[in-house]
């Protein structure tokens, strides 16, 4: 004697073809997704930005960014280690915009400040690169003179500054940082390094800056700057303008 199917029965039946069409269009759609990737997402235009002295096409070339360059080949750590080719070009980043064209911001290194060792001076970016050498130790207008380093370990041109304090470079970035955003680099002589937490700065009016450590160097730059141009109202040059405390500065003239 034949049973007639259940409605439970009938629904299960029902579900494995639902099912199955599901899975099917399922990875048809992956499919088609790796396809077009494949073959729609490819390298058309590149856009370079940040260049100064450099052209387009010649960054776009050390980069590595050639016109049909897959999507999934692009890779950020690739474009780094090609421009560190040259090493006056800073990479920063990428971005793609769907479906063929990337943009690539760079920055120009160039010489914030200047180092003296052992007869020798260097120029240096605001990362701590070495960018140039000359036994001319004349001083280079608007770039300050940096002293302070405990022995560098290494300093060659095209290379980062070694130093065994690594506390002393990344004080001299966060100073060198707010110095050219606050546009005061050229009213500043020197940075003194000898101290992580008691650094300081020098105007070109002889004024020493007290800056404490690298902390608030934003509010501490501030009220140098403000403290300073009030004081050469008042004619005073020399002495010592304390910012360690930005809201509470103290000037002590010289004796």
């Known amino acids: 004697m034949r049973q007639e199917p259940t409605k439970e029965n009938k629904r299960r039946r029902l ?11 399922l990875l048809l759609i992956i499919v088609a997704f790796i396809v077009f990737q494949g073959n729609a997402l490819r390298l058309k235009t590149v856009y370079i930005v940040g260049t100064q002295t450099k052209t387009p096409e010649y960054v776009a070339m050390l980069s590595g960014l050639i016109k049909g360059l897959g999507y999934k080949s692009i890779s950020d750590d690739e474009i ?3 421009l560190s080719k040259d090493y006056t070009i800073e990479f920063l980043r990428t971005q793609w915009v ?7 911001y760079i920055k ?14 260097y120029t240096m970016d605001d990362q701590g690169m070495i960018m140039t050498q000359s036994i001319d ?5 608007c770039l300050p003179i940096v002293s302070g380093f405990m022995q560098p370990s290494s300093i060659q041109v095209g290379q980062m500054l070694e130093v065994k304090n690594n506390s002393q470079l990344e004080a001299y970035r966060i100073i ?8 005061y680099t050229s009213q500043i002589t020197d940075i003194k390094l000898s101290d992580p937490n008691d650094l300081s700065i020098i105007s070109i009016d002889g004024i020493t800056v007290r800056l404490g450590d690298s902390t608030y160097m934003r509010a501490k730059i501030g009220a140098a700057r403000t403290d300073i141009a009030y004081l050469r109202q008042l004619g005073k040059i020399n002495g010592i303008l304390d910012v360690t405390i930005p809201e509470d500065a103290k000037y002590t003239p010289d004796r």
């Open 80 to 82: 780094m280690r090609n």
């Open 176 to 183: 060198i940082e707010e110095l050219q955003l606050q546009m």
């Open 15 to 25: 579900r494995h073809p639902v099912m199955f069409r599901l899975l099917l269009l």
């Open 137 to 141: 130790l004349t001083p280079i207008d």
């Open 108 to 121: 120009e290194r160039e010489p914030a400040a200047i180092l003296t060792w052992l007869g020798i001076r």
């Open 98 to 104: 769907f479906p063929d064209t990337i943009y690539l």
